[in-house]
């Protein structure tokens, strides 16, 4: 029952909703995510160090590390390879358009999750789909965004914690032998030793990580990628005549190429399902495009840069053979391609990369549950240790005990969850609109860094305590970006 349910959910409804949205917003704004792409960089320097210096405020940095760790996941090792297997190298093909197409509307979710953010009395920020849904589209909207609250809970909170602490031990027992109630009872005392410190010490372990296992990933790929460069210019070929079913005998042909990325893309990135903007509400900007702006670039990591590293690392190599059935899948052939580049230890680094991966991704679930509690709550200190405990308890029951009734469920509430997302930012499409225009105006003005005024935009129902920005460091004499 719960199959069929995902499968109306998940593949019929959702994907076509997702596709759909993400290219309206690619063309009603003009592009905004290839006429930003080379800003992103800059808005990352500028606002990290802009934050830093102002009552330790998280920085867009801080925020898009913690994003791009939700974002990438095992998916991206194991994910990929099964598309490959079920809809040929074309998939890749596939996979790169959705990702190009959601940062859009990543862009969009994010800016209006900055934009309707609230000011904590510790001078910290809350935000997400909770709060753009209440107060911009009005008090009786109220209910969607305590509905959207709880499906965040069971979905990321809970749901998803216990599936990914299964992931990572059993990845671990499988590559060093060690038992999977070992590796449990470590994951919840590091889980514990991190959530336990907030919001902060969050970002602050997203922050190394991240860059770590991220930047460790592209070098192999790299490495792997320079040793068989003369198959460079034919795995390209493959995967573009396999997307259009060019190439004959491969994967399910060119439906299922077209099916296996879409999913892939769609469900790596997280764009459209609301995760993302209860991080990037967090960030101390001067824009709340800024934020949209280095919010896209998540999901460019995501799929076009770490997703492609798998793909490249399968493709490249001799276990997988087009047009034949795959022996092997999923992680297994991820691990065994790499085997083929670099030897056997090539297994033992995709299983400490799924392993930190997944670590990484419990953490940002982690603070999605909070985020979701906190919604209901300002004085939710007991609710949240409650929470907090849960989590731990999760991560060491989850890694021993085998929760694919537990991950079906959670795929239904994360599609309920992506389209509740989903019609919130249809309705808020115009005000996201408004908030682009005045960053491009400002733009054009050659102003070097944009800055939100809250009381332009009084009726959109901002909270303008979250808008009173510190005085701006003497930094304007820069060039203008052109």
């Not at 309707?116 to 920020?125: A, F, R, S, V």
């Not at 499988?174 to 999977?180: K, L, N, Q, R, S």
């Not at 573009?240 to 005998?249: D, V």
């Not at 005045?438 to 009726?459: L, N, S, T």
């Amino acid at each position: 029952m719960l199959k069929i349910i995902n499968e109306l959910i998940l593949t019929n409804i959702l994907i076509v909703t997702l596709v759909g949205i993400g290219l309206w917003f690619t063309i009603a704004s003009r592009f905004v995510q290839f006429r930003y792409f080379g800003r992103m960089f800059r808005i990352l320097g500028a606002s990290q160090a802009f934050a830093r210096n102002k009552s330790g405020h998280l920085s867009s940095f801080q925020a898009l590390m913690l994003s791009v760790a939700g974002r990438v996941g095992g998916g991206n090792i194991a994910g990929v390879a099964v598309a490959i297997t079920l809809g040929g190298p074309g998939a890749i093909f596939w996979m790169w358009v959705i990702g190009l197409i959601g940062m859009a509307t990543s862009y969009f979710e994010c800016t209006l999750a900055q934009a309707y953010k609230k000011k904590e009395p510790d001078g910290t920020y809350r935000g997400g789909p909770a709060y753009y849904i209440a107060r911009g589209m009005g008090v009786r909207w109220r209910w969607l965004a305590s509905l959207y609250s709880v499906l965040l809970l069971l979905t990321f909170g809970l749901g998803f914690n216990a599936v990914q602490s299964y992931a990572v031990a059993t990845s671990i027992n499988d590559a060093f032998g060690i038992p999977v109630w070992t590796t449990g009872f470590i994951l919840a005392l590091l889980i514990g030793s991190i959530i336990f410190g907030g919001v902060k010490r969050i970002a602050k372990a997203a922050e190394v990580l991240i860059p770590v296992m991220t930047v460790g990933y592209i070098c192999i790929t790299l490495f792997v990628i320079a040793f068989n460069i003369d198959q460079l210019g034919h795995v390209f070929s493959l995967i573009i005549k396999s997307a259009f079913g060019l190439e004959p005998a491969i994967g399910g042909g060119i439906g299922a190429a077209i099916v296996m990325g879409v999913k892939r893309g769609l469900f790596s990135n997280e764009a459209g399902l609301g995760s993302a903007p209860n991080v990037a509400a967090v960030a101390y900007v001067r824009h709340p495009a800024s934020q949209g702006i280095v919010q896209a670039f998540s999901v460019f990591i995501d799929t076009l840069i770490v997703c492609s590293c798998t793909a490249f690392i399968i493709l490249c190599g001799t276990v997988y053979q087009p047009g034949m059935s795959a022996e092997i899948g999923g992680v297994a052939l991820t691990q065994a391609s790499l085997a083929s580049h670099v030897g056997e230890w090539g297994r033992f680094f995709v299983s400490i990369a799924l392993m930190l991966f997944g670590f990484t991704t419990v953490i940002y679930n982690a603070y999605l549950g909070e985020n979701s509690l906190s919604w209901f709550s300002d004085n939710n200190r007991p609710l949240l240790i409650v929470y907090r405990t849960a989590v731990i308890a999760l991560c060491g029951w989850g890694a021993t005990n085998d929760l694919s009734t537990v991950f079906a469920f959670a795929d239904i509430t994360m599609g309920l969850l992506a389209l509740t997302n989903l019609f919130a930012l249809i309705m808020l499409f115009k005000p996201g609109l408004r908030l682009m225009r005045d960053y491009d105006a400002q733009i054009r003005a050659h102003k070097v860094e944009p800055e939100f005024k809250a009381a332009h935009f009084a009726d959109l129902n901002i909270d303008a305590d979250a808008w009173r920005l510190d005085e701006p460091d003497q930094r304007d004499n820069a060039p203008p970006l052109r």
